[in-house]
Every structure is written in C-alpha cells, then in structure tokens.
C-alpha cells in the first residue's frame, strides 16, 4: 500500500499537469502517447507545456531561452510523444520511473522496519533527487515526478536526434 500511494500520487500529479499517464508508461511502455488540449483543462495542460523552457547558448555567445516544446502552440489541440523502442526508454519518462521505483521500494522497505535509524544514504546524479524525495521529503513524491520529467525532458533535447528520435547515447 506505501508504494502504491507513491505511484498514484504521481500518477495524479502527471495526469493533471501534463495529461499523461506514468503508469501506462511503465506497465505498457507503449511507442507513443497522445496528450490533448481539449477544454478548460486541456488547455492549462497545454500552457504547462509552453511555460517549460530551457537556457543554451546562441552562436554569438548571448544565453537565449528556447522552449522545450517548441511545436505545441497556442492553438495546438494536441501532442504525441514518440519514441522507437517505447517511452519508458525515452529519458523524460526513464527518469521518473526510477526515481518513482526508488521512492517506493525505500517508503515500503522503512514501513516493514527493515531500514536502520540513524544509517547512512546518499545518491548520485538523478539518485540525488529520489534520496531527497524518500529520506527526508524535501520532495513531495508529486514535485518529485515534475522535475525529473523535466530533468529528463532537457536531457531530451541536449542531445541531437534522427527523425526516428534516436541517438548515439544510451
């Protein structure tokens, strides 16, 4: 039940702010995923999207903002995630689910009285992030999946890709 709380508040979180289903990511790992812009509701989905931007640097060497979803527009009615092996192997949607996995597997292992008091964790890189989530909830598990979708969504589009979204990496 901890860990089944952890994924349906996340999945919630998801669902509400960006119109897509982890769960179905991770139980399907379906090749593509549709949000729609539909309504009231589909509409402050589609702003979240707009509102996501990241920093690079332009060849004159001035910092610029780019969005990280450059095609969804204002009147955009929808958009589809691809990816050629399955979303769960895209890293927006890799790096919650471990994170998810992480948080989970710790609140159900300290529910049982199986984690020692007073011992020791760290972790590294995206680790990092599910440490401050589990231990000591500087994370809601619900921040925790927004930031790491957009940890993993920037990592996305640092990297050049083919038509197929594929890259050298990974």
Same mark, same amino acid.
Not at 59 to 81: H, I, R
């Given at each position: 039940?901890?860990? @089944? @709380?952890?994924?349906?508040? $996340?999945?919630?979180?998801? +669902?509400?702010?960006?119109?897509?289903?982890?769960?179905?990511?991770?139980?399907?790992?379906?090749?593509?995923? !549709?949000?729609?812009?539909?309504?009231? @509701?589909? $509409?402050?989905?589609?702003?979240?999207?707009?509102?996501?931007?990241?920093?690079?640097?332009?060849?004159?060497?001035?910092?610029?903002? &780019?969005?990280?979803?450059?095609?969804?527009? $204002?009147?955009?009615?929808?958009? !589809? /995630?691809?990816?050629?092996?399955? &979303?769960?192997?895209?890293?927006?949607?890799?790096?919650?689910?471990?994170?998810?996995?992480?948080?989970?597997?710790?609140?159900?292992?300290?529910? @049982?009285?199986?984690?020692?008091?007073? !011992?020791?964790?760290?972790?590294?890189? &995206?680790?990092?992030?599910?440490?401050?989530? $589990? &231990? #000591?909830?500087?994370?809601?598990?619900?921040?925790?999946?927004? #930031?790491? /979708?957009?940890?993993?969504?920037?990592?996305? #589009?640092?990297?050049?890709?083919?038509?197929?979204? +594929?890259?050298? /990496?990974?």
């Amino acid at each position: 039940p901890i860990a @089944k @709380k952890v994924w349906d508040d $996340a999945e919630r979180q998801m +669902r509400s702010t960006y119109g897509i289903s982890i769960l179905k990511i991770v139980r399907e790992n379906p090749k593509d995923m !549709t949000v729609h812009f539909g309504g009231k @509701k589909g $509409a402050q989905i589609r702003e979240n999207y707009r509102n996501l931007v990241y920093e690079t640097q332009g060849e004159d060497g001035q910092m610029k903002v &780019l969005q990280l979803f450059p095609t969804v527009k $204002a009147e955009s009615t929808s958009y !589809t /995630f691809r990816q050629h092996d399955g &979303l769960l192997n895209a890293t927006q949607f890799t790096q919650p689910a471990l994170s998810l996995m992480q948080v989970a597997q710790f609140r159900d292992l300290e529910s @049982k009285g199986l984690v020692q008091q007073k !011992t020791l964790f760290a972790g590294h890189s &995206l680790g990092e992030y599910s440490a401050l989530s $589990a &231990l #000591v909830e500087v994370l809601p598990v619900e921040s925790l999946a927004e #930031v790491v /979708f957009y940890r993993g969504m920037t990592m996305q #589009v640092a990297v050049p890709r083919d038509r197929a979204n +594929r890259s050298d /990496f990974g």
